[in-house]
């Protein structure tokens, strides 16, 4: 069946290095990629995203690798400061003749950054 | 703020009562989506609508919850007859397809 998974549950990070999340998912089909950021009692805040076209995408502080062979998903954040600290989430979306409505997430990454 | 708004933020009820929840959208978009997420989990795929259409419903979606979208812009949640496995935080989230699903705070759903 269609599931979004991550491989570490809890990252903890000195504030200034660079974090690394991954994520792997097992539907083969799926063709769009969104990481979001949760912090405590607040709704998801999207932060990137991708599509299966492309295998790597910047944005401000954070990139999105994407890696079809072996179906995994990274994200990585740069000079990674205390308020980053939050659940993090990928999730996959097959549009694949179905609909783009569906969003199926993976449980999270806790990042932990310490001053 | 013209983010995607939710009402109410908390609502504590007793196990067997009705509760409705509220979903604002981002105004521009035609997309309306519902998740739920206990604690530690990510987020579930309840149901979606495009304009007042319901496109899609999830098996999670029992016959005790019903969401509609009237109008094309707000949408309600209803949940007939609460348990206590319901409780968990109820998320909305908009979209202008085909772009990025964009979240509300999400409503607390305590049932007792």
């Known amino acids: 069946g269609e599931s979004v998974g991550l491989h570490l549950p809890t990252l903890s990070v000195q504030e200034g290095d660079n974090s690394i999340i991954n994520c792997a998912y097992s539907?083969?089909?799926?063709?769009?990629f969104i990481w979001y950021k949760q912090e405590s009692g607040k709704g998801p805040q999207f932060i990137i995203d991708?599509?299966?076209?492309?295998d790597k995408r910047q944005g401000q502080r954070v990139t999105v690798l994407l890696n079809k062979t072996v179906k995994h998903l990274s994200l990585q954040i740069a000079a990674t400061q205390p308020g980053d600290s939050a659940v993090y989430f990928c999730?996959?979306?097959?549009?694949?003749?179905?609909?783009?409505?569906?969003?199926?997430f993976g449980q999270g990454t806790i990042l932990t950054v310490h001053p | 703020d013209t983010g995607v708004s939710q009402d109410p933020r908390h609502k504590i009820t007793k196990r067997g009562q009705n509760v409705t929840f509220r979903c604002d959208p981002i105004?521009?978009?035609?997309?309306l989506y519902w998740y739920r997420q206990t604690l530690g989990q990510g987020p579930e795929f309840l149901t979606y609508?495009?304009?007042?259409?319901?496109?899609?419903k999830s098996r999670l979606l029992s016959d005790r919850f019903s969401a509609e979208r009237p109008k094309g812009s707000f949408s309600t949640l209803e949940i007939q007859r609460t348990e206590q496995g319901d409780s968990a935080m109820y998320l909305c989230?908009?979209?202008?397809?085909?772009?990025?699903?964009?979240f509300g705070p999400g409503t607390r759903l305590t049932v007792l």
């Open positions: 989230a908009s979209s202008l397809p085909p772009d990025t699903q964009y």
């Open positions: 539907n083969s089909a799926s063709d769009y």
């Open positions: 991708i599509r299966s076209n492309m």
């Open positions: 999730a996959e979306n097959n549009a694949g003749g179905t609909s783009y409505g569906k969003l199926t």
């Open positions: 105004s521009e978009h035609n997309r």
């Open positions: 609508f495009q304009n007042e259409a319901q496109l899609e």
